[in-house]
């Protein structure tokens, strides 16, 4: 052989060394295509971000909208309460005289005609008619009395027409049912303290009965819910005195969840010819994905409890485009492959139903989502301020595979095809996860709570296997949702 | 036209500096001012014309992606040309790999020199000879002499043992002395066979 061929590589390297030509303007094109595609994933990707700072905005507002809503409305409430009743007594001020009229018709009014009427309109059941009878002369007479002078006020007129002796005497048994009749008033009720009166109907109606059979007092009509201990008790007035019992008992929480994927890969067996990890981190993003499902637990006192449930969490990934080349599948059938961090799927578009092996195809973003149904089994530490309680929570899940999806655009040429592939290779159809997180429950009542979670899960063993490149995916969940306690 | 680079330095901070400020046709001019060189290189790794022109496209797709990665401390000229290389290495590992099985037999040629075989054979034709070599060995072929490495960096590059990268590059060798004697029979019958 000549020498000159011996060192042949010295005659490639002059002749080809500093070889310049020129590309086709398609080169150019199709660069310019790539990098309006990098922009818009980078918009896409911060919008994303955006997305969920939003999201997570939303929900820190609505759950302080709801909070100081109800705060408000509870204020309003006991403002328009107290106007009223402020109102109403100064009406009662105003119509002074009119009450002394009232006055002066109970005065010259005969006993005997009251409490027929009282009878008769089935307010007053007495088992002792005479005592009762004579009764309500004696006071009459004393209240005649008492409210012939100039500063006789409007509840001294009423509380003539009322019967409402001092509850806690064993004597009386008088019922009365207006809640406003609680307080008696002492100076009134001592002769009736060995008497047996009943008044069923609320006290009020006795005293609007009264007054109805005056044309005089008219004008008091609108008095009938004013009496005069018109100081309710406000109902629940310590707002943070919600009761969340501390005995042992199970509770039910349903929710819904916006979730931000992510994914740890591993080289298993990093050959030549398979893409590195590093790759696939670099060509793979997590897009919007979701959870929703219930969970139930156990408290055990007011600290710890154990739940777990059952939930649906769907994991979506995009994969930036590239060239695929068609190779033999498993079957022995040449198809292109679409190699993700979850597997290797295979496609056939119809455009090139015969393809050799090595032929090509260009992708648009791939997408790949998994389905999994995850039932996890947590423990929470409780701690309880008022209304709000917070919980530390640490557990592990058990993901179980429904379905896995890849789909992307393809296209050779003029030619383009939407494909889709739901077998995903190398897949496991269970991985453990673990998953930690803090919880935060505000109590709207005493069973009722709204929750709000920030969790994160990441598995601890790969979802596939036999596969180049080992995937650990993780969420990070935002669980919104009402707990129910039983 | 050829333009060196290292001649334009100036220009090319101010190109990389619009570049990464996304500024499409500074983008444009630097892909312009690189492109022919770069597609020489992209010619020798690839099987064809739309294989390099793939490589490129990826390449300067990947250039445009990392130039913040470039620190000026060598020429630029060169990064390009690494990331060309590894595009082009990438594109080889994503192929089957398909081991060619060859029966290689060198007939003895007449002496010629190198500068009288290159005034035979025009740089297209080298080209296709370097283009129409099995994969794995253009890869080490164009590794060993254009790029300058050795066995050992190509074998980790490429992952595979040092044995076969010689095995490959020698394997190469024979293959074009094959064609390139096939080729002077042809270009000049009477010294070959006389």
């Given at each position: 052989m000549d020498k000159n061929l011996q060192n042949i590589e010295d005659l490639f390297k002059k002749g080809l060394e500093g070889n310049e030509e020129t590309p086709s303007e398609n080169v150019w094109n199709n660069i310019d295509q790539s990098l309006e595609k990098e922009n818009s994933l980078k918009f896409r990707k911060k919008y994303y971000s955006l997305k969920t700072a939003t999201a997570i905005?939303?929900?820190?507002?609505?759950?302080?909208?709801?909070?100081?809503?109800?705060?408000?409305?509870?204020?309003?409430?006991?403002?328009?309460?107290?106007?009223?009743?402020?109102?109403?007594?100064?009406?009662?001020?105003?119509e002074k005289p009119a009450t002394n009229n009232l006055t002066e018709t109970i005065k010259n009014h005969q006993p005997e005609k009251n409490f027929s009427l009282l009878r008769k309109e089935g307010k007053i059941k007495s088992t002792n008619g005479d005592a009762n009878r004579s009764l309500?002369?004696?006071?009459?007479?004393?209240?005649?009395?008492?409210?012939?002078?100039?500063?006789?006020?409007?509840?001294?007129?009423?509380?003539?027409?009322?019967?409402?002796?001092?509850?806690?005497?064993?004597?009386?048994?008088?019922?009365?049912?207006?809640?406003?009749?609680?307080?008696?008033?002492?100076?009134?009720?001592?002769?009736?303290?060995?008497?047996?009166?009943?008044?069923?109907?609320?006290?009020?109606?006795?005293?609007?009965?009264?007054?109805?059979?005056?044309?005089?007092?008219?004008?008091?009509?609108?008095?009938?819910?004013?009496?005069?201990?018109?100081?309710?008790?406000?109902?629940?007035?310590?707002?943070?005195?919600?009761?969340?019992?501390?005995?042992?008992?199970?509770?039910?929480?349903?929710?819904?969840?916006?979730?931000?994927?992510?994914?740890?890969?591993?080289?298993?067996?990093?050959?030549?010819?398979?893409?590195?990890?590093?790759?696939f981190e670099k060509k793979e993003s997590g897009t919007y994905s979701y959870s929703f499902g219930f969970s139930i637990g156990y408290q055990f006192n007011h600290k710890c409890s154990m739940q777990s449930g059952i939930s649906f969490s769907t994991l979506n990934m995009d994969h930036e485009p590239e060239k695929i080349y068609a190779e033999r599948d498993n079957r022995g059938a040449v198809k292109f492959p679409i190699n993700t961090s979850s597997g290797k799927g295979y496609i056939l578009p119809s455009f090139t139903s015969n393809p050799r092996i090595g032929d090509s195809l260009d992708t648009k973003n791939i997408e790949h989502s998994l389905?999994?149904?995850?039932?996890?089994?947590?423990?929470?530490?409780?701690?309880?301020?008022?209304?709000?309680?917070?919980?530390?929570?640490?557990?592990?899940?058990?993901?179980?595979?429904?379905?896995?999806?890849?789909?992307?655009?393809?296209?050779?040429?003029?030619?383009?095809?939407?494909?889709?592939?739901?077998?995903?290779?190398?897949?496991?159809?269970?991985?453990?996860?673990?998953?930690?997180?803090?919880?935060?429950?505000?109590?709207?009542?005493?069973?009722?709570?709204?929750?709000?979670?920030?969790?994160?899960?990441?598995?601890?063993d790969p979802i596939n296997k036999n596969v180049p490149i080992r995937s650990y995916p993780g969420t990070i969940d935002f669980h919104s949702g009402v707990k129910i306690r039983f | 036209m050829f333009v060196n680079p290292t001649e334009h330095l100036e220009e090319i901070r101010q190109l990389i500096k619009a570049c990464l400020a996304e500024d499409r046709n500074a983008?444009?001019?630097?892909?312009?001012?690189?492109?022919?060189?770069?597609?020489?290189?992209?010619?020798?790794?690839?099987?064809?014309?739309?294989?390099?022109?793939?490589i490129m496209q990826e390449g300067f797709a990947q250039v445009f992606k990392s130039l913040h990665n470039f620190n000026y401390s060598g020429s630029f000229e060169g990064w390009v040309r690494k990331i060309m290389v590894r595009c082009a290495i990438a594109k080889y590992r994503q192929k089957t790999k398909l081991h060619s099985v060859l029966n290689i037999e060198i007939e003895d040629i007449a002496a010629t020199n190198n500068e009288e075989i290159l005034s035979q054979l025009g740089k297209k034709e080298l080209l296709k000879m370097v283009q129409n070599l099995p994969p794995a060995y253009r890869l080490v072929f164009n590794l060993y002499v254009f790029e300058g490495l050795k066995h050992r960096e190509i074998a980790e590059e490429l992952g595979i043992s040092e044995g076969t990268s010689k095995s490959n590059f020698h394997d190469a060798k024979v293959i074009l002395q094959r064609v390139v004697t096939d080729s002077m029979k042809i270009a000049n019958p009477k010294s070959t066979n006389g």
């Amino acid at each position: 052989m000549d020498k000159n061929l011996q060192n042949i590589e010295d005659l490639f390297k002059k002749g080809l060394e500093g070889n310049e030509e020129t590309p086709s303007e398609n080169v150019w094109n199709n660069i310019d295509q790539s990098l309006e595609k990098e922009n818009s994933l980078k918009f896409r990707k911060k919008y994303y971000s955006l997305k969920t700072a939003t999201a997570i905005l939303v929900m820190v507002v609505a759950l302080l909208s709801i909070y100081i809503l109800r705060n408000e409305l509870q204020k309003q409430t006991e403002k328009q309460k107290n106007e009223k009743l402020g109102k109403e007594n100064g009406v009662l001020k105003k119509e002074k005289p009119a009450t002394n009229n009232l006055t002066e018709t109970i005065k010259n009014h005969q006993p005997e005609k009251n409490f027929s009427l009282l009878r008769k309109e089935g307010k007053i059941k007495s088992t002792n008619g005479d005592a009762n009878r004579s009764l309500l002369k004696r006071n009459n007479a004393n209240e005649s009395l008492k409210s012939s002078g100039e500063n006789v006020s409007n509840e001294a007129a009423i509380n003539k027409l009322i019967i409402s002796p001092r509850p806690t005497e064993k004597k009386s048994s008088v019922v009365v049912n207006n809640p406003f009749l609680k307080k008696p008033q002492e100076n009134h009720s001592n002769d009736f303290n060995s008497h047996n009166l009943v008044i069923q109907p609320p006290a009020i109606n006795f005293e609007f009965a009264q007054i109805r059979s005056f044309n005089a007092l008219k004008n008091l009509k609108h008095t009938t819910t004013i009496s005069p201990y018109t100081m309710p008790k406000k109902p629940n007035s310590n707002r943070s005195t919600i009761h969340i019992p501390s005995t042992p008992q199970f509770y039910a929480d349903v929710f819904y969840s916006p979730t931000i994927p992510f994914s740890h890969l591993r080289d298993d067996d990093h050959q030549s010819g398979n893409p590195s990890s590093r790759e696939f981190e670099k060509k793979e993003s997590g897009t919007y994905s979701y959870s929703f499902g219930f969970s139930i637990g156990y408290q055990f006192n007011h600290k710890c409890s154990m739940q777990s449930g059952i939930s649906f969490s769907t994991l979506n990934m995009d994969h930036e485009p590239e060239k695929i080349y068609a190779e033999r599948d498993n079957r022995g059938a040449v198809k292109f492959p679409i190699n993700t961090s979850s597997g290797k799927g295979y496609i056939l578009p119809s455009f090139t139903s015969n393809p050799r092996i090595g032929d090509s195809l260009d992708t648009k973003n791939i997408e790949h989502s998994l389905v999994y149904t995850v039932i996890p089994l947590a423990f929470k530490y409780n701690k309880t301020f008022g209304r709000l309680s917070a919980n530390l929570l640490a557990g592990l899940s058990a993901n179980i595979l429904i379905k896995g999806k890849i789909s992307t655009e393809v296209k050779s040429g003029n030619e383009s095809e939407l494909e889709r592939t739901g077998e995903i290779h190398g897949l496991k159809p269970v991985y453990i996860a673990a998953l930690a997180g803090i919880g935060f429950d505000y109590a709207i009542f005493k069973n009722l709570s709204l929750t709000f979670s920030p969790t994160i899960n990441f598995a601890i063993d790969p979802i596939n296997k036999n596969v180049p490149i080992r995937s650990y995916p993780g969420t990070i969940d935002f669980h919104s949702g009402v707990k129910i306690r039983f | 036209m050829f333009v060196n680079p290292t001649e334009h330095l100036e220009e090319i901070r101010q190109l990389i500096k619009a570049c990464l400020a996304e500024d499409r046709n500074a983008q444009r001019n630097l892909y312009e001012l690189l492109a022919p060189q770069m597609f020489g290189v992209c010619l020798r790794y690839a099987n064809n014309r739309e294989e390099a022109e793939d490589i490129m496209q990826e390449g300067f797709a990947q250039v445009f992606k990392s130039l913040h990665n470039f620190n000026y401390s060598g020429s630029f000229e060169g990064w390009v040309r690494k990331i060309m290389v590894r595009c082009a290495i990438a594109k080889y590992r994503q192929k089957t790999k398909l081991h060619s099985v060859l029966n290689i037999e060198i007939e003895d040629i007449a002496a010629t020199n190198n500068e009288e075989i290159l005034s035979q054979l025009g740089k297209k034709e080298l080209l296709k000879m370097v283009q129409n070599l099995p994969p794995a060995y253009r890869l080490v072929f164009n590794l060993y002499v254009f790029e300058g490495l050795k066995h050992r960096e190509i074998a980790e590059e490429l992952g595979i043992s040092e044995g076969t990268s010689k095995s490959n590059f020698h394997d190469a060798k024979v293959i074009l002395q094959r064609v390139v004697t096939d080729s002077m029979k042809i270009a000049n019958p009477k010294s070959t066979n006389g």
